[in-house]
Nanobody
Framework: QVQLVESGGGLVQPGGSLRLSCAAS????????MSWYRQAPGQHRELIAN???????TSDNSVRGRFSISRDNAKNEVNLDMKSLQPEDTAMYYC?????????????WGQGTQVTVSS
């Protein structure tokens, strides 16, 4: 099985910064695209940033210039550096990864980490 474990969420004041991390573990053959999603109360889960194995990154307009996604292929880890956080960034943040095992390739999700931006 594959586990994605997120860390780094919490409470931060407007204008502050946080770093989220997510590590994949298990009998992994290859990790493909890794992504960060977020879901605010009453809203759909939305993709905010993606990074492929060659470290090509894309991000949603809502976070571009404030959030930066990175990955460490040796550790099967993806990070999200967030700055200039605003109350509208408050949400549960999830990492997702396309993971290949010996005979299957599937999308896996972390359990989520809460980010709250409030004074």
């Amino acid at each position: 099985q594959v586990q994605l474990v997120e860390s780094g969420g919490g409470l931060v004041q407007p204008g502050g910064s946080l770093r989220l991390s997510c590590a994949a573990s298990g009998r992994i053959v290859r990790v493909g695209d890794m992504s960060w999603y977020r879901q605010a109360p009453g809203q759909h889960r939305e993709l905010i940033a993606n990074i492929n194995p060659t470290v090509r990154a894309t991000s949603d307009n809502s976070v571009r210039g404030r959030f930066s996604i990175s990955r460490d292929n040796a550790k099967n880890e993806v990070n999200l550096d967030m700055k200039s956080l605003q109350p509208e960034d408050t949400a549960m943040y999830y990492c997702g990864a396309v993971v290949s095992l010996s005979s299957t390739t599937s999308m896996y999700w972390g359990q989520g980490t809460q980010v709250t931006v409030s004074s």
